[in-house]
T-cell receptor, first 116, second 115 residues
């Protein structure tokens, strides 16, 4: 069983379109994240949700809207796609232990988004 | 804000030899964690090793060990007996518990293990 699964794994679309990437984790973790990895492999956090509540929202354009219907799912919707949105998007999850996060993230396989 | 710097964009090593990847970080927090993550060509990020800042003893995981120099804010990864499967991007990362579990990554080092 895949611990953190993302769909689709590859997505090619035109500028201006709206697209979604779905993420599900079966680890029972309470926190989920979206990270963006650009063409130079630089990884940067976009959002963090804890038990369906937004915790971290790094300077991400309003065109990106995360949605967490329950603590096992965190979807990413992107409106009006731009060329610069082309990247690999990683979903991840983690679990708080004893009131603290230990930083061990479990990552999905990534979704490569290409905007033409 | 915290920053993580990996000064070696690319490295190569012969199979069975030892290689050390460098990482420096900057944080104003006293309680933090440091990590090395591996990203093979398959893209999936995998945790290699973790170090709690309050622990002086260097973490080890089989062939992987770290050299944690807290005063110098240095956290290097040593891979012993390198294997072809170690070929990957390696990312150093720092977690500040007071920043909502936000993991800050370095720019990565591409390691090639040659047969």
């Amino acid at each position: 069983d895949t611990a953190v699964s993302q769909t689709p794994k590859y997505l090619v679309t035109q500028m201006g379109n709206d697209k979604s990437i779905k993420c599900e984790q079966n680890l029972g973790h309470d926190t989920m994240y979206w990270y963006k990895q650009d063409s130079k492999k630089f990884l940067k956090i976009m959002f963090s949700y804890n038990n369906k509540e937004l915790i971290i929202n790094e300077t991400v354009p309003n065109r990106f809207s995360p949605k967490s219907p329950d603590k096992a799912h965190l979807n990413l919707h992107i409106n009006s796609l731009e060329l610069g949105d082309s990247a690999v998007y990683f979903c991840a999850s983690s679990q708080e232990r004893g009131g603290k996060y230990t930083g061990e993230l479990f990552f999905g396989e990534g979704s490569r988004l290409t905007v033409l | 804000a915290q920053t993580v710097t990996q000064s070696q964009p690319e490295m190569s090593v012969q199979e069975a030899e030892t290689v050390t990847l460098s990482c420096t970080y900057d944080t104003s927090e006293s309680n933090y964690y440091l990590f090395w993550y591996k990203q093979p060509p398959s893209r999936q990020m995998i945790l290699v090793i973790r170090q709690e800042a309050y622990k002086q003893q260097n973490a080890t995981e089989n062939r992987f060990s770290v050299n944690f120099q807290k005063a110098a804010k240095s956290f290097s990864l040593k891979i012993s007996d390198s294997q072809l499967g170690d070929t990957a991007m390696y990312f150093c990362a720092c977690l500040n518990n007071n920043a909502g579990n936000m993991l800050t990554f370095g720019g990565g080092t591409r390691l090639m293990v040659k047969p």
